[in-house]
Every structure is written in C-alpha cells, then in structure tokens.
C-alpha cells in the first residue's frame, strides 16, 4: 500500500552516516555519482569533488548564463517526452505517428509575436550545431523565453529530415557526467 510505504522509516540511507545528508560528504571527496543520470552505470565517472551543499548554476547556453550583449541564441529548448511515443520507440509505426502529430516548436504568443511568427507557419529552430524545421504552435503553455520540441520523432519523419538531437550539444554536466540537454540555447525564425 502506498500510505504504508516508507523506505527510510529506520534510517538506511547511502550515504556514510546512514542519515540524509543535505551536505554530503561524498561530493566532497569526489566520489559522488549520480546514477539515475547514466542508467545505472556506474563505471567511467570523472570522480571531480562538487559542491558539499547543492547551490544554483545557472545554464551555460541560457541568456541567465551568458554574459550581457552575447546573447546570440536567445531562447531555451527543453524536450519533453511524446505521449505517443517510449524514447524514439513506436516512431516508426504510423498509428502512433498520427496520435502524437506532425513534430512541432511550442512557442509562447509573446516570442511568436516578436518573431512575426503566427500558429501552424512552418518555422527553422537553430544554433551553432544544427537546425530542424517544423511547424509552430503558439500557445501560452510555454512559459516565455522557451521552445519546446517534444522529443522521439525519428529523422526520417520531419520535415528537415533530422530531430531535436541535432541541436543538443555533446558536452557533459558536472555531476555524475550528466547529458546537457536540457542546457540549449536557440533562435527560431520562419522558414
């Protein structure tokens, strides 16, 4: 039963004291690894300290982590998951194609507004890595200052004959080798 579930009633936490440790040692010494951001595998970790207390970074490509009058890509990208799609799986099968809808870039109306941009026009998503067309869906379910391009469309099946991917950078977090794609600065413009 969920309300009955209580995994750490007794303590047990991995951690050198067996307590919750909001500083934690193990950062510190840089032996700290964050499995769930590498599926588990524990192997091939750089071992660099971090911080013993969490504190905010702020996003290397963001324009909150980009010096003023540099800001080339003003927008962040995040890419969240399809409904219709596990990962890129069931992609490929045309029933689940229709359910999730042509590949799309939600804009919010205010950055839609300022690029002339207007809902269903076909649109170029860029940066220095690469670019992806598809259409744009203005709609105030992104907050302003964000594209979100729902993730797991395969090439083969966008209008540009790439995805989301392409724009990502290869580059590692400083946590447990962490991936950065959720740390993607672009422009959009109208194709």
Excluded at 34 to 63: C, I, K, M, N
Excluded at 162 to 171: K, Q, R
Aim: neutral net charge; aromatic residues 6%.
């Amino acid at each position: 039963m969920p309300e009955e579930r209580a995994p750490h009633a007794d303590g047990s936490f991995l951690t050198p004291s067996g307590k919750c440790e909001l500083k934690s040692s193990l950062a510190e010494r840089g032996s700290f690894v964050v499995p769930p951001f590498r599926q588990g595998h524990l192997a091939d970790q750089a071992g660099t300290p971090v911080a013993g207390v969490p504190d905010y970074v702020a996003p290397r490509e963001s324009p909150l982590g980009q010096a003023p009058g540099a800001v080339r890509y003003p927008l962040s990208l995040i890419t969240p998951k399809s409904h219709a799609f596990l990962n890129s799986g069931y992609a490929n099968l045309a029933v689940q194609r229709h359910a999730a809808g042509p590949q799309c870039a939600m804009l919010h109306p205010d950055d839609a507004l300022a690029r002339g941009i207007g809902n269903g026009e076909t649109v170029t998503v860029f940066n220095d890595r690469g670019r992806l067309t598809c259409k744009a869906r203005v709609t105030a379910d992104v907050m302003p200052g964000l594209v979100a391009i729902p993730s797991g469309y395969w090439r083969s099946a966008s209008a540009s004959n790439t995805s989301a991917n392409v724009l990502a950078s290869a580059e590692l977090g400083n946590i447990g080798r962490s991936p950065t794609f959720s740390d993607v600065a672009v422009e959009v413009r109208l194709a």
